[in-house]
C-alpha cells in the first residue's frame, strides 16, 4: 500500500498559522513506465487517486486553490485531493483545478525543448538533472533563475492569511528547487521527491521560507528571470 513520506505529516506543525501558504507537491502514485522513462501519458493508478484523496482531506487548513501541471496524472491528483478536502471541510464547495505551464516542462526550466530533450532521454533524469545543477543546459533556466520563476509564479497566487494553495507539480522540477533551495549541486536517490511529496513556501520579511522532510530554511527573495 503506497503511503506518504513519513516527515509529511509532521511539517504541518511547523507552518506559521497566520500566513498565506503554498504546497508544491509531486503527483500521486502513477503506473510503472515500461521502458524506464515516465512519459506524461501515464496515469495514476487507483491506489494513487485514493492516497491522493485522503492527504487532501488532511491538510489542516483551509484551502484557496488548486494548481496543477496540465499533465493528466498531476490534473487528477489535484482533483482527488480537492475532493478529499471537500469532505473534510477544508473547502466549501467543490473547486475547478485551474492549469498552469509553470508547473510542467517545457514551462518552468525548460525554454527549448527541441535541443533540451535528447539529452534527457540519452542520460536519463539523475544523470540530468546532477549536470544541470553543475553545469546549467543551454535550453534551459539555471537552477537560480527556475527557482526564482517559482518564486514569483507562487507570489503571483497568495492565497489568504491562513489559507493553503496546492500546486500539483512533478518530480523534476521538484527534486531541482530543493537542491537550489537547499545549496546543494547533487542529488542522488535518496533526494529523490517520493510520490504525493511536497514543499511548503512560505513568503516573509523580504524571503522566502520553506519546509521540506521536516527542516525548516529560507533565503532572501530575488526577482524572477
Known sequence: MARLHPRLLHALNLLPSDRPVHLLTRHSVRELAKNGFADYRLPLTPEGIELARDWGGQLARPVSAFYSSPVGRCVDTAKAMAEGALR????????????????????????????????????????????????????????ADGCAKLAGYLRD??????????????????????????????????DWPWMMEGLWVWFQDGGMHWVWRGERGHRPLRASA
Not at 106 to 132: E, I, S, W
Not at 164 to 189: F, K, W
Open 157 to 190: 497566487r497568495e492565497p489568504g492569511s491562513g489559507e493553503l494553495a496546492v500546486h500539483v507539480t512533478h518530480d523534476t522540477i521538484l527534486a531541482v528547487l530543493v537542491a537550489e533551495l537547499e545549496g546543494r549541486r547533487s542529488i542522488n536517490q535518496d
Open 88 to 143: 473534510a471541510g477544508l473547502i466549501d464547495s467543490p473547486m475547478d483545478v485551474l492549469t498552469d505551464n509553470t508547473l510542467v516542462e517545457p514551462g518552468c526550466y525548460v525554454q527549448d525543448m527541441n535541443r533540451v530533450g535528447p539529452t534527457f532521454l540519452k542520460m536519463g533524469a539523475m544523470r540530468f538533472l546532477n549536470r544541470h545543477l553543475q553545469n546549467p543546459f543551454e535550453g534551459m533556466l539555471s537552477p
